[in-house]
């Protein structure tokens, strides 16, 4: 049997991507003037392969994981945050909580790997790994096995999502100190024209907020990650096997698995960004089933955005995770769907067309 993620990937529906095109430049509107807004829904009616795509089942799922390489000094905030946030996360607290709920979106965490244990709550799927990830700067973060297992566990989770009817999938992540296993993940898989240290001073960012001195602990550790790992250059599994979180994982193959069942994903913020350019590179075919909802301000998310050839939908500067940068985008998709649903054309307004 080969594994799941080496499932193919449908293309969306072609014909009705030029249909909701056309019918795009039939709105009574100059072509083009509603900018990104055209192409959002443009994409969904050609991913839901309807004329009237909307977003108004959506699945948002966190994956919480802690990371070996705090070790490092690399977070401003120490690694019991990811446990604390996990709780804050179900009891309502957390920005992504209370985005979430105002939009009636359907929330849930899943701890992936928290260094200790959580307690049951309706709001948790608590599937941890292992206790964290071992610290990257010296070993390998997890074993193959812990890697399947985390991979896995972000697939049934689109899966499920996608059993209970969703038709939009946002994933977040929470995980003290996963900025600094993105930005070493992004390193091994982009290949900047740069030299490496220019590339880890573009792809190293300040994450929680690390001072001068934290931000030259973390540039260390992402290269000696680099260099104690560089048979992974280039090679997404061994990459994030080796520099990867088990959100980061999770996530991942929650993506991948939404491309093969047809799903459109809301990409949140930096982490989530190179969990996409990890699941793009185990399979390209993923790219059209992908949005980007927003810049972060953690300075190396624009040269990965870049990689992907992304335009973002906002810059609002948050550089929080969790999944809140796509929740703050979701009224744009859904008001995208509304505009090109409900809008007259030209001929039902009687409104004259250039030229016609
Ligand atoms: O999404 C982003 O762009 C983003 C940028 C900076 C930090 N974060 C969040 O901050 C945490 C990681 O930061 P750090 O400094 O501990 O590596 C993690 O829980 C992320 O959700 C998230
Ligand atoms: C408080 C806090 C909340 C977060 N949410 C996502 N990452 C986070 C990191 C911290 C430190």
Redesign the pocket.
């Known amino acids: 049997m080969t594994a799941w993620w080496t499932h193919a990937i449908q293309q969306p529906n072609a014909e009705q991507r030029e249909q909701a095109s056309a019918h795009q430049n039939q709105l009574t509107k100059p072509p083009g003037s509603l900018g990104q807004l055209e192409d959002i829904a443009i994409q969904l009616a050609a991913n839901q392969n309807t004329l009237n795509p909307k977003v108004d089942n959506v699945a948002i799922r966190v994956f919480a994981g802690d ?1 070996g390489v ?1 070790a490092e000094g ?4 120490p690694q019991a ?2 446990v604390e ?1 996990i709780k804050n996360f179900c009891a309502g607290g957390a920005a992504i909580s209370v985005l979430a709920k105002e939009q009636g979106a359907d929330f849930k965490v899943v701890n992936v790997g928290a260094a200790s244990p959580v307690q049951d709550h309706p709001k948790l799927i608590n599937q941890p790994v292992a206790a964290g990830t071992k610290n990257f700067c010296q070993q390998a973060a997890m074993s193959q096995a812990q890697f399947e297992a985390a991979f896995e566990l972000g697939k049934s989770i689109a899966d499920q999502a996608h059993q209970e009817g969703m038709d939009l999938f946002i994933g ?11 930005s070493a993940i992004a390193a091994s898989l982009i290949d900047l024209e740069s030299g490496m240290e220019q590339q880890i001073q573009d792809l190293v ?6 001072d001068d001195e934290g931000l030259k602990l ?1 540039q260390q550790a992402v290269l000696n990650a680099l260099t104690l790992h560089k048979h992974a250059k280039g090679d997404a599994i061994e990459t994030l096997k080796t520099m990867g979180g088990f959100e980061i994982v999770a996530l991942a193959g929650a993506y991948l698995r939404c491309g093969q069942l047809g799903v459109t994903v809301l990409v ?6 190179v969990a996409a350019l990890a699941a793009l590179s185990i399979n390209e075919a993923l790219r059209p089933w992908l949005i980007f909802a927003h810049q ?3 300075s190396g ?1 624009c040269k990965v955005l870049q990689a992907l050839d992304a335009k973002p939908l906002l810059s609002l500067g ?5 999944a ?2 796509a929740a703050m985008a979701l009224p744009v998709l859904k008001l995208a769907c509304s505009l090109h649903n409900s809008m007259a054309t030209f001929a039902s307004a009687g409104v004259s067309n250039s030229g016609e």
């Open positions: 990371h705090v690399v977070s401003a905030f945050v990811t946030m977040g992540e929470m995980g003290i100190g996963n900025t600094t296993a993105a960012g300040r994450g929680t907020g690390v973390k949140d913020g930096f982490i989530c960004s972060s301000q953690e998310h948050m550089r929080l995770g969790e809140s940068g």
